[in-house]
């Protein structure tokens, strides 16, 4: 296995306005922006943040506007009040250490309810270090579960489907993977027998089906596309099916286990990645150069996952992946979705790490 060491800078993202909110009877409208495009900094550089208020499309004068600065997701905040003219407030903020400083600002209207958006600045985000080193024996444990995945056959079922996605042919698939488990999927090539570049794709939170749609329109623009479903569970059932498993089985699923790395939801979750990483690689239209592993929040974790598990990924693309940097607490940090380690009193629960 190969250890994957990545600097993410994309917290800069987080200056991108929220959709204003409105009160019930004026149409007030907050946003925050920052004096750089791409909110990235030094540290120990300011940054200017300007806020700005408008009622029925205009600009709000001498409204007091609460803003909070935080680096850990508001657990702990710096409050300070700022009065807009001519419907907008500065404030001007900075910080000493690699961090991604947050941004709140509400306003609350004589009636209706509070308006609320939020925004960011980086501060040297590439400096920016884990919060724990791995155990000792990291290393040794993940080759294990390779290992112990590699003794469960890969056994792919592959059933043709109808599409209507014109110069694409498109396939079910089930892999076995371990505990007895199955990994349901979708695949999908463009015509012929390439060789194609692989692109696969790892699903944000929650219970529910793949839409076919996810690997056809890879595989539109030249891609061997496989999509594989987080739970061991069916594509393709009705509604209920998902909204059952939602309330009961898979009810917290991301907490189930995690008392230990061994019983860990997410444990099935990464080897399942891997053994689709393994799947497309043993397709005879893989390009054997060309392994893009995508996805988004709990996608984006398992891209990056699979990158680390698989020899196969050459690229990883991870938007706002969520499942990093689960003892952030410790060093004043904001852990990522779903905060799998508690933190009492600051410091890690041993039990959970």
């Known amino acids: 296995m190969k250890r994957l060491r990545l600097h993410l800078a994309v917290v800069a993202a987080i200056v991108c306005h929220l959709a204003p909110v409105l009160a019930a009877d004026a149409a007030f409208s907050l946003a925050v922006r920052t004096d750089r495009p791409e909110a990235v900094y030094r540290r120990a550089e300011p940054v200017e943040f300007t806020v700005e208020l408008t009622g029925d499309g205009q600009p709000v004068d001498g409204a007091e506007v609460q803003c909070e600065l935080s680096t850990d997701a508001f657990w702990h905040s710096e409050k300070r009040t700022v009065v807009t003219q001519d419907g907008q407030a500065g404030l001007t903020a900075t910080r000493e250490e690699p961090c991604v400083l947050w941004l709140r600002a509400t306003y609350t209207p004589a009636q209706g309810p509070p308006v609320q958006t939020v925004a960011g600045a980086a501060f040297d985000p590439e400096l920016i270090r884990p919060s724990m080193s791995p155990p000792e024996d990291f290393e040794e444990f993940w080759q294990g579960q390779l290992a112990r995945l590699a003794d469960v056959p890969m056994n792919p079922?592959?059933?043709?489907?109808?599409?209507?996605?014109?110069?694409?042919?498109?396939?079910?698939?089930?892999?076995?993977?371990?505990?007895?488990?199955?990994?349901?999927?979708?695949?999908?090539?463009?015509?012929?027998?390439?060789?194609?570049?692989?692109?696969?794709?790892?699903?944000?939170?929650?219970?529910?089906?793949?839409?076919?749609?996810?690997?056809?329109?890879?595989?539109q623009r030249g891609f061997l596309a496989f999509n594989v479903n987080a739970h061991a569970i069916e594509n393709g059932r009705p509604p209920e099916y998902y909204s059952d498993l939602d309330a009961g089985e898979l009810k917290g699923y991301p907490y189930q286990g995690r008392e230990s790395r061994e019983t860990c939801y997410f444990l099935r979750m990464y080897l399942s990645c891997a053994r689709a990483a393994d799947y497309v690689a043993s397709r005879p239209e893989w390009d054997g150069e060309h392994f893009l592993a995508v996805g988004g929040s709990q996608g984006g974790g398992q891209a990056i996952v699979t990158a680390a598990l698989s020899p196969h990924v050459t690229a990883v693309a991870a938007s706002v992946p969520a499942m990093c940097d689960h003892t952030a607490r410790a060093v004043g940090r904001a852990p990522g979705w779903p905060m799998l380690v508690a933190t009492p009193g600051g410091a890690p629960d041993p039990t959970q790490l």
């Not at 505990?179 to 695949?187: E, M, R």
């Open 157 to 219: 079922e592959v059933e043709r489907l109808p599409t209507n996605v014109a110069g694409v042919e498109l396939f079910r698939v089930t892999l076995d993977n371990i505990n007895d488990t199955k990994i349901h999927g979708y695949l999908a090539k463009p015509p012929g027998e390439g060789p194609f570049p692989a692109h696969l794709q790892l699903q944000w939170a929650g219970v529910y089906s793949l839409q076919t749609p996810w690997v056809t329109g890879p595989a």
